[in-house]
């Protein structure tokens, strides 16, 4: 079993930049791929960037694609989601989520275990 804490979220302008973290729990921080999620009011949760176990592969969605940067310390039970150019669009609250299948899915329901979420505002 794993608990992880999100943090780093608030409030920035357009094209400025944030970076957030997941701080997970346990020992067997290192068996988990790591998703990142976000859901804006309204709409549905949706996947943002995932990284494998070892941080060999990254996933990340359409959207974010090179303005957004997944990466793990396994030593410090930790993840980041460093987040660069940043737009209106991209507000929304920000989950990261851990799941123990041996690739990373973009599916919120194969997660195990969730944070309780972080606000991200972008004023444009």
């Known amino acids: 079993q794993v608990q992880l804490v999100e943090s780093g979220g608030g409030l920035v302008q357009a094209g400025g930049s944030l970076r957030l973290s997941c701080a997970a729990s346990?020992?067997?921080?290192?068996?988990?791929?790591i998703g990142w999620f976000r859901q804006a009011p309204g709409k549905e949760r949706e996947f943002v960037a995932g990284?494998?176990?070892?941080?060999?592969?990254?996933v990340y969605a359409d959207s974010v694609q090179g303005r957004f940067t997944i990466s793990r310390d396994n030593a410090k039970n930790t993840v980041l989601l460093q987040m660069n150019s940043l737009k209106a669009e991209d507000t929304a609250a920000y989950y990261c989520?851990?799941?123990?299948?041996?690739?990373?899915?973009?599916?919120?329901?194969?997660?195990?275990?969730w944070g309780q979420g972080t606000q991200v505002t972008v004023s444009s």
């Open positions: 989520a851990a799941d123990s299948r041996i690739l990373i899915t973009k599916v919120a329901g194969s997660y195990d275990y």
């Open positions: 346990g020992r067997t921080f290192s068996i988990y791929n």
């Open positions: 990284i494998s176990r070892t941080g060999g592969s990254t």
